[in-house]
């Protein structure tokens, strides 16, 4: 049986960030990627998007404060 992070409730939803947004966060935060918290690329909810590693992960949680909370991440090998 295949698990299927992104159908799981308790998952959060993951994306691919597009070249240009990268540029546009990492100038928002005044940081660089090597700043951002990792992502191993074979997480499984990782991986089920097709994250190699380099690329940037935005994570949409639930937040009881906010609503949801966007979080981004870095794939690393």
Request: charged fraction near 30%; avoid cysteine.
């Amino acid at each position: 049986m295949k698990i299927r992070p992104r159908q799981h409730d308790l998952v959060p939803r993951h994306e691919k960030v597009s070249p240009e947004e990268v540029k546009q966060i990492l100038q928002r935060y005044g940081i660089t990627k090597d700043q951002l918290p990792k992502i191993h690329a074979v997480d499984p909810a990782a991986a089920e998007i097709g994250a190699q590693p380099g690329d940037v992960i935005k994570i949409f949680r639930k937040s009881e404060t906010a609503g949801q909370a966007v979080v981004y991440r870095v794939a690393v090998p």
